[in-house]
T-cell receptor, first 109, second 117 residues
Framework: GQNIDQPTEMTATEGAIVQINCTYQTSGFNGLFWYQQHAGEAPTFLSYNVLDGLEEKGRFSSFLSRSKGYSYLLLKELQMKDSASYLCAVMDSNYQLIWGAGTKLIIKP | GAVVSQHPSRVICKSGTSVKIECRSLDFQATTMFWYRQFPKQSLMLMATSNEGSKATYEQGVEKDKFLINHASLTLSTLTVTSAHPEDSSFYIC?????????????FGSGTRLTVV
C-alpha cells in the first residue's frame, strides 16, 4: 500500500529552526511536495523535489533522499505566522498526489 | 501564476437540500480537477478525480449519486452535494494541475466550508 508518515505535531520557538520529517512508500515516484495550510484555509504550495538533494527557497528548504524514501522541510528564523500545518505529498506513478496527515507546527514566543 | 477560483467560500444549508460548489481555473486549462474533503484536524481526503468531458472517478467509499461532479469545460468543474445531511458538513477543496507542469504541483481553490443544519 501507499503510505506517507510525518509527525502529528511539533513545537518550536520564534526565531529558531525546525525540521519536519516525512517518510514515504508509494507506487512510483514523480516528486515530493510540501504545502502549508493555515487553519480554515486551503493548502498553498511551498516546494517540490524530484531529485536528491536540498532545495533552498528563502527561509524554507526542502531535502529529498529517494533511496531512503525520506524528505524534510527546514524552516529557519521562525515567525509567529509560520504556525500552520505542513503537508507532505508524493506524486505517484499515476501523477496522483498521496497526502500525509500533516504536521501541526506551533510557534511560541 | 495558476489560479483556481472556488465559490462559495461558505454555505449553510438545511438538511435535505442540495448545494453546488464551483471551481474555475482562471488562467490555464485544467483537464483534470481533484475534489477533496477535509474534516477538522484531519488531512485532505480525495473524493474524486474529474476529467473534462468524461465521468468522474470516485474514490472507494464516496457515493457518486450523492456527490455529483461535472467537468463540462476545461475551466469549470462543479461538485453538487445532493440531499445534504449534517454529517456532510466539512471543508471541500478543489485542485487542478497547472498545464501539465508537474513541478508546480497542484493549485488549490480557496475551499468551501459547508455547514448542514
Amino acid at each position: 500500500g501507499q503510505n506517507i508518515d510525518q509527525p502529528t505535531e511539533m513545537t518550536a520557538t520564534e526565531g529558531a529552526i525546525v525540521q519536519i520529517n516525512c517518510t514515504y512508500q508509494t507506487s512510483g515516484f514523480n516528486g515530493l511536495f510540501w504545502y502549508q495550510q493555515h487553519a480554515g484555509e486551503a493548502p498553498t504550495f511551498l516546494s517540490y523535489n524530484v531529485l536528491d538533494g536540498l532545495e533552498e527557497k528563502g527561509r524554507f528548504s526542502s531535502f529529498l533522499s529517494r533511496s531512503k524514501g525520506y524528505s524534510y522541510l527546514l524552516l529557519k528564523e521562525l515567525q509567529m505566522k509560520d504556525s500552520a500545518s505542513y503537508l507532505c505529498a508524493v506524486m505517484d506513478s499515476n501523477y496522483q498526489l498521496i497526502w500525509g496527515a500533516g504536521t501541526k507546527l506551533i510557534i511560541k514566543p | 501564476g495558476a489560479v483556481v477560483s472556488q465559490h462559495p467560500s461558505r454555505v449553510i444549508c438545511k438538511s435535505g437540500t442540495s448545494v453546488k460548489i464551483e471551481c474555475r481555473s482562471l488562467d490555464f486549462q485544467a483537464t483534470t480537477m481533484f475534489w477533496y474533503r477535509q474534516f477538522p484536524k484531519q488531512s485532505l481526503m480525495l473524493m474524486a478525480t474529474s476529467n473534462e468531458g468524461s465521468k468522474a472517478t470516485y474514490e472507494q467509499g464516496v457515493e457518486k449519486d450523492k456527490f455529483l461532479i461535472n467537468h463540462a469545460s476545461l475551466t469549470l468543474s462543479t461538485l453538487t452535494v445532493t440531499s445534504a445531511h449534517p454529517e456532510d458538513s466539512s471543508f471541500y477543496i478543489c485542485s487542478a494541475g497547472y498545464s501539465g507542469e508537474v513541478s508546480y504541483g497542484y493549485t488549490f481553490g480557496s475551499g468551501t466550508r459547508l455547514t448542514v443544519v
